[in-house]
């Protein structure tokens, strides 16, 4: 119901406490109302305090009154909207009808609500202790921390650790990937629950020995997520905004010197399972401080240490209002006022700031919603899902959306037309089809090729030199003594026997020798040919013309060679192809003759080429290892018996280039293919649709 401008305001509680604050950065003088039994802070600025100086008087003779004697012009709406912020945080004494609303909230049946259910699904805290006599002796055991000598020494206690690390960064990566595992998964969540310990006694240390009361410390929920938390509400009576940045720093501060000292540790160690915790100590600090706590895009540590290093008190709230009026502003051409006077520039990067965040929060509560729907079961991860969309992006976008609908009146009417037009516009470009480019990971190769390895072990007469060669052109010859004994004996047998064929025709007893004669002679005449045909293949030549590659130039004549060995490798330089890799979802725009261009790595030009095959069925391992991630490859893969099997699963794509790549051997790419027309329009509703069908089934 409307306030009575008139009529005098509920009298404050009796045990609020008004301490000064430091000024604000515009010189503004300010205090801290402390409600010390939720021992929560308020800041206020000179208006409010003025007003709380008169708050026995009316809000309309409050206004006056200060008018009267002060600088301040103030008008009644903040006079009345100060008591309205004092209402809503239980500041003053309740009255008759306050008494009467709190009766009917506290009937028992607010949990029965939705949104008592949803806000506590949201975040809740669990007190665990109230560890103020601990940790005065603890601080007090901990002082040598704040010489000037400690932080010296783990900076460079860190960068040596780090140096150390960087010269056996393999060992390092590998221990890494080796540690994905159910029990390295373990181990990790062991770690982050030390790190973050040791994160929040650094902050509640860090208080105590500035002279405040850590009310009590335990584990917050934060989308069912748990996360300790230290209550560090007072740092607010502090009048020095680097004693407060010094608390909120703290955390971070303590989690890089543990990834440091971690890291330097690990690097000394040997191999066991003390390195390993290390390990999973200096990873975890490294990543959590560096990635999550830094960020000032939400309320952490990043957040605070921001906003402290500004002195810009509740900087998400109050670049947002500036953000959301800058949007009206700009798109609606609304004349709305600036919720606060700052200068342009500054203006501006508020505003950038806040749009940033926007984007951040964007993109992460998505991400939680995704988590949220795969870690429950079906039902309830699309409930939880759809809350989490529902309250933490499509809510706000819905307020703004209804306070633009509001004021469309006050909407130009030109500006209406061009969001018409823009919105038809984009429309139309998400309707029309246009020609995708598909992109893939390939390897190009020559279309013919040929290892040349010679046959059995054998001794070298000649090698051909690397270069171009012709068609049947001999490659190496090579000789193998027992062969050539074997043939001289074939062949002096040969004319043994056939010699005593002659004789026998005047032997009398000729005949009956003949048949044995000419059995043994067909022996010889078949064992000779078997050692002629060895001969011949140690004569090596080129089935086709190319360019003779990979030839050990430290070979030489009468060297003998092993089978196992490749002599040289025989290309066509002339036809090449590229064997390339795309996901499911590209697969089926792609299809024979489609034209395709190949940059290879280290090169900006590209090659020209066609698709001329595309398989149907998944690939079932990697041909080429300098595609799978393991060896730093771009297409992720688990190993199976040594094979390389790709996962997520790829299909593969056989492309003919135009021309062959400058260094002229097998060479990693990536191609642009030139896929078939879509509507990004369409594929967006086939997509959900998709989604929705798949998932509609419990």
């Known amino acids: 119901m409307p306030i009575d401008p008139e009529s005098p305001s509920p009298a404050l509680r009796d045990d609020l406490r008004l301490d000064g604050a430091a000024p604000s950065r515009n010189g503004e003088p300010a205090w801290v109302i402390h409600d010390v039994v939720a021992n929560r802070f308020y800041r206020i600025g000179w208006l409010e305090f003025e007003c709380l100086l008169r708050w026995d008087q009316p809000p309309a003779r409050i206004c006056d009154d200060i008018a009267a004697a002060t600088a301040l012009r103030p008008v009644i709406d903040q006079v009345l909207a100060f008591r309205a912020f004092l209402e809503q945080h239980s500041l003053l004494k309740p009255t008759a009808q306050a008494y009467a609303r709190l009766h009917r909230s506290l009937k028992g049946t607010s949990w029965l609500t939705w949104r008592w259910w949803l806000h506590h699904y949201l975040f809740f805290r669990i007190p665990l202790v109230r560890p103020q006599r601990f940790l005065a002796g603890l601080t007090k055991r901990l002082g040598w921390l704040f010489t000037p000598a400690t932080p010296i020494a783990i900076v460079l206690a860190s960068v040596l650790g780090i140096v150390l690390v960087l010269q056996q960064w393999d060992v390092f990566t590998k221990a890494v990937v080796d540690s994905f595992s159910v029990d390295g998964v373990l181990s990790f969540a062991l770690a982050l629950i030390v790190a973050k310990t040791l994160h929040e006694l650094a902050h509640a240390v860090v208080a105590t020995r500035l002279g405040l009361k850590v009310a009590h410390m335990g584990i917050a929920f934060v989308v069912m997520w748990p996360m300790l938390y230290t209550d560090t509400g007072e740092s607010w009576k502090l009048r020095s905004a680097r004693q407060r940045l010094a608390i909120a720093s703290a955390g971070i501060l303590c989690e890089l010197s543990l990834a440091g000292l971690s890291t330097l540790a690990w690097a000394l160690c040997d191999p066991g399972p003390l390195r390993n915790g290390l390990l999973y100590l200096a990873t975890t600090s490294w990543v959590l401080s560096l990635a999550i706590n830094a960020s000032p895009f939400m309320r952490f540590d990043g957040y605070f240490i921001l906003s402290d290093l500004l002195d810009f008190p509740n900087l998400h709230q109050r670049a947002s209002a500036l953000a959301r009026v800058s949007l009206r502003r700009t798109l609606l051409g609304l004349d709305d006022p600036w919720p606060e006077p700052f200068p342009p520039a500054q203006r501006r990067a508020l505003v950038a700031f806040e749009f940033v965040t926007w984007v951040y929060r964007f993109t992460l ?23 989490e969309v529902c309250w933490f992006i499509a809510l706000p976008v819905a307020r703004e959306l209804g306070h633009w609908w509001r004021e469309r009146r006050r909407i130009r009417h030109s500006r209406k037309l061009a969001f018409g037009a823009i919105a038809l516009f984009g429309l139309g470009m998400l309707a029309i089809p246009w020609h995708m480019e598909i992109h893939a990971d390939g390897v190009a190769r020559v279309e013919r090729s040929l290892r ?96 003779w590659m990979d030839v050990n130039p430290d070979w030489r004549p009468d060297q003998w060679i092993n089978p196992k060995t490749a002599v040289g490798v025989l290309v066509d330089p002339h036809s090449w192809q590229v064997d390339a890799y795309v996901g499911p979802d590209s697969i089926r725009y792609l299809k024979v003759g489609d034209e395709a261009r190949f940059y290879p790595t280290g090169h900006v030009s590209p090659i020209a080429g066609r698709v001329v095959a595309v398989d149907t069925t998944r690939a079932r391992q990697l041909d080429h290892p300098m595609l799978a991630s393991r060896y730093k490859g771009p297409l992720a893969v688990s190993t199976e018996r040594d094979a390389l099997i790709p996962n997520p699963p790829v299909f593969h794509l056989l492309i003919k280039l135009d021309a062959p ?37 419990f």
Do not use: C
Request: proline residues 4%.
């Open 365 to 387: 509560f998505l991400g939680i919603a995704v988590t949220v729907y795969f870690v429950f079961f079906k039902l309830l991860g699309i409930f939880l899902f759809a809350v």
């Open 452 to 547: 040349v390895f010679v046959p059995f072990p054998a001794r070298i007469q000649m090698i051909r030199a690397a270069g171009n060669v012709r068609e049947g052109e001999v490659l190496m010859a090579m000789e193998e003594p027992d062969i050539n004994a074997k043939m001289n004996s074939s062949e002096a047998g040969i004319r043994g026997y056939e010699a005593r064929l002659s004789g026998l025709i005047a032997d009398a007893n000729g005949l009956n020798q003949e048949t044995s004669v000419r059995e043994r002679l067909s022996v010889q005449y078949e064992e000779a040919a078997a050692a002629h045909s060895e001969i011949a293949r140690l004569r090596l030549t080129a089935p086709f013309a190319g360019r």
């Open 661 to 697: 790549p400058p260094s002229l051997w097998e060479t990693r790419g990536q191609l642009q293919i030139e896929g078939m027309r879509r509507s990004l329009l369409f594929e967006g509703v086939t997509h959900l649709a998709a989604a929705l069908i798949r998932e509609s089934g």
